[in-house]
């Protein structure tokens, strides 16, 4: 079982940059494929990006392809989430997770452990 705690969101104003960090304990990362979730106020939990196992594949929403980054360093047991261009709409809070499968997955259920969030305000 691995535990999942997220930092690095805040308060910034449109068009800012933030970058996320989830770091992993009670087991190596590398034996997880990772991703960021997002949810915002009365709204449902909304997939961001995944990485696989060893980095060489990432998968983006389109609301964040080209402005957000996904990456991973198994050797800190950290997934990083750089978020550039931020817009109001990107206000959320953000979720680290980790499947145990190999594959990239868009979807809540594909995923296995979660971190408790962390948020990010978008000010226009």
């Known amino acids: 079982q691995v535990q999942l705690v997220?930092?690095?969101?805040?308060?910034?104003?449109?068009?800012?940059?933030?970058?996320?960090?989830?770091?992993?304990?009670?087991?190596?990362?590398?034996?997880?494929?990772?991703?960021?979730?997002?949810?915002?106020?009365g709204k449902e939990r909304e997939f961001v990006a995944a990485i696989n196992r060893n980095g060489g594949s990432t998968y983006y929403a389109a609301s964040v392809k080209g402005r957000f980054t996904i990456s991973r360093d198994n050797a800190k047991?950290?997934?990083?989430?750089?978020?550039?261009?931020?817009?109001p709409e990107?206000?959320?809070?953000?979720?680290?997770?980790?499947?145990?499968?190999?594959?990239l997955a868009a979807n809540v259920d594909g995923y296995d452990y979660w971190g408790q969030g962390t948020q990010v305000t978008v000010s226009s």
């Open 90 to 103: 990107d206000t959320a809070v953000y979720y680290c997770v980790a499947a145990r499968t190999a594959g």
């Open 6 to 41: 997220e930092s690095g969101g805040g308060l910034v104003q449109a068009g800012a940059s933030l970058r996320l960090s989830c770091a992993a304990s009670g087991r190596t990362l590398s034996v997880y494929a990772m991703g960021w979730f997002r949810q915002a106020p």
């Open 77 to 87: 047991n950290t997934v990083y989430l750089q978020m550039n261009s931020l817009k």
